[in-house]
Structures are given as C-alpha cells and as structure tokens.
C-alpha cells in the first residue's frame, strides 16, 4: 500500500493475463484511520449540543465538569461507527454512499442507547415509551450522524 493519500494499485502478471490485466484497487485506509475519524464525529455533536443547551440556559454551565467524560464516551461510540463503517466497506466490499453511512451510523448509536434504556433501572417507575423513542432518536442523531458522514473509505 502506498503511503499518501492514493490506493495502490496491483497488477496481475500472471501467465496468460495478457495486455488486459486486471487492476485492483485496494483502499488505502487503515482500520485506525476509521476509527478515529469516526471518534472525532462522534465528539463534535455532543459538544455542539453542549455549547447549545449553555447558550440557551446559562445554569448549564454547571454540567461542564463532566464534559470530558462525555466526549470520551460519545469518541468511544462514534470509533465504534467507524469500525462498523470499515467493516462494511473493506471487508464486505460494499461501496457505501454518504447517506447510507449516515443511516447506519444512527442506527447504530440508537441500538446502543436501547440497550442503556433496557440496562438501566428504573426503580419500579414506569416510564412513558414516548420519552425513550424521543430520547433514542436524539442520541442516534447527534452522537451517530457525524460519525457515518466523517468516516469515508477511499475508493479511487
């Protein structure tokens, strides 16, 4: 593999190959390169959100102490997009489109806040199923769509 930014490029000389031979492109990223791209999405979008919630309620600044324990956790989420992104597009070959990472990247981000909701007790107080579904698609959408449009393979 090449060092920059371009795949490399292989031949195939085998015997019988002929003027036509066969070029195959081998996408250059490595799995890191997905992982932390996908890390640093998945920090962006909590840290808007934070910036948000301060602006428009200033007693929030009290929640900045535990920032970076949420960045690093929402960095966790999105490398792990990133790896699914780098499993689907290297490994399966599949040549994923920008709304279809978005996509995958969400959904992904709200099956882990599903898995929090059922994980976490709720001390016998039965919460309103309306309230998790809002609470999931926010996740999905602001730890989750960032992560899936950052992480690009390389195709060409």
């Not at 371009?6 to 003027?19: E, F, I, L, N």
């Not at 808007?48 to 960045?71: H, M, R």
């Not at 489109?97 to 059922?118: E, H, I, K, N, P």
Request: aromatic share 12%; hydrophobic share 50%.
């Amino acid at each position: 593999m090449k060092p920059c930014g371009r795949p490399a490029r292989y031949t195939d000389s085998r015997p019988g190959a002929g003027a036509g031979r066969l070029t195959i492109l081998i996408a250059k990223r490595s799995v890191w390169a997905y992982f932390w791209h996908g890390a640093a999405g998945g920090t962006v979008g909590p840290l808007l959100f934070s910036l948000y919630t301060i602006l428009k309620n200033p007693y929030d600044i009290l929640a900045v102490p535990y920032l970076p324990l949420i960045l690093l956790l929402t960095g966790a989420v999105g490398g792990a997009i990133g790896l699914l992104i780098w499993a689907a597009s290297v490994k399966l070959g599949w040549r994923l489109g920008v709304a279809f990472r978005v996509l995958l990247g969400v959904a992904f981000s709200m099956l882990l806040w599903g898995f929090y909701q059922r994980a976490r007790s709720n001390h016998g107080v039965p919460r309103p199923r309306s309230q998790s579904l809002y609470e999931m698609a926010l996740f999905g959408v602001i730890i989750g769509a960032l992560p899936g449009a950052l992480t690009r393979p390389s195709y060409d």
